[in-house]
């Protein structure tokens, strides 16, 4: 059975179930239960930025092993409008997936990409990238946007501070965050399910705090006594370096109950994810096995392939040995370099649905090292086969 959260919001409102099946030191293998089906856990969601997975479709998008996708408020709100989403049915049935989604808040986006912007405890406006319009987001609109779009797991508003930040700017936004995180979940109790489809969804609060341990801890207690459906840790992989990272990771077991689903946002890099799961993180996203795809890099179990490398030229091997997915069972080497030199769609596409098989792949063998408590020896063969110029720790 699940464990229902019954943190202080209505009944109806418990909306996410989630349960640990097996733990391997910190390490947790666990299902996530939500209106769109369940997850196991560890996992990690491909970047739907704008609604969907660039260069493939949702079928393709679940033949790889896909679970769950995340789509970016910041994106969807500019463009169509959430509105729009909300009118064509919500978000599942504009980009045809059937299985969880998450949707960011947009402040991550609006922090590092949107010109002009003035944060004040209110929240922050800004200018859009697409057309220079004003707009403002403030905990409770940043809310109702989501409800509009009908995530499964929807994002408090946070403040993230660049990684060149000091500690009193870190403070202040940890500070500020925790604010906006009480305000989003009085607009979330208000509503809780999406405007569309009526599905309840789950908010997640957001650590910050960057690499200061105590801000970290601060921001956790805060965050964690308004006792939400879930936690996630924000502000890493910003350019601290995996040593940096590894450190605060340390500490989040303690500080994060044991119940409740633990999300490192925008980490994808096989490395940082075994580092994470084995200090006890769910559930990652990440735009690299997407990202690099369109730029002709594989990832396999023995490192990265750069495919435009002339040495694949008549390389008749699929991608990687073994790989069940559609591009390795069909093509070569040879023939996905000739795509991506000629500047073929298909290139960017083959490599998509094998990126995303390989990260399916990978969570699923985490997973089964939990389960079969060899997770940390298992853990250190991969990443002496997948880094092989790594010095081992
Ligand atoms: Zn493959």
Known sequence: MADRPTGGYPPSLNVLGFAIDHTDGKARLGRLTTAHGEVTTPLLMPCGTAGAVRGITPAQLRATGTQMVLANTYHLMLRPGAEVVAELGGLHRFMAWAGPILTDSGGYQVFSLADRRTVTDDGVVFRSHIDGAEVALTPER???????????????????????????QLAAAVRRSAAWAGR???????????????????LFGIQQGGTDLELRAESARRIVDLELPGYAIGGLSVGEGPEAMRTVLETIDELFPAGKPRYLMGVGEPADILAAVACGVDLFDCVLPTRNARNAQAFTWTGRLRLRNAEHARDPRPVE?????????????????????????????????????FFARFTAAIREGIAAGQFQQRSRQWLARMYPQRPQR
């Open 321 to 357: 040995e073994g790989c069940p997915c559609y591009t390795c069972r069909n093509f070569s080497r040879a023939a996905i370099r000739h795509y991506f030199q000629a500047e073929e769609m298909l290139g960017p596409i083959l490599l998509t649905i094998h990126n995303l098989t």
């Open 184 to 202: 989003c979940k009085a607009a979330w109790e208000a509503h809780g399910r999406s405007a569309r489809a009526g599905h309840p969804q789950g």
């Open 142 to 168: 940043c809310m109702e946007v989501q409800r509009l779009l009908g995530a499964d797991i929807v994002m408090q508003l946070d403040e993230c501070p660049p990684a060149s930040a000091g500690r009193e």
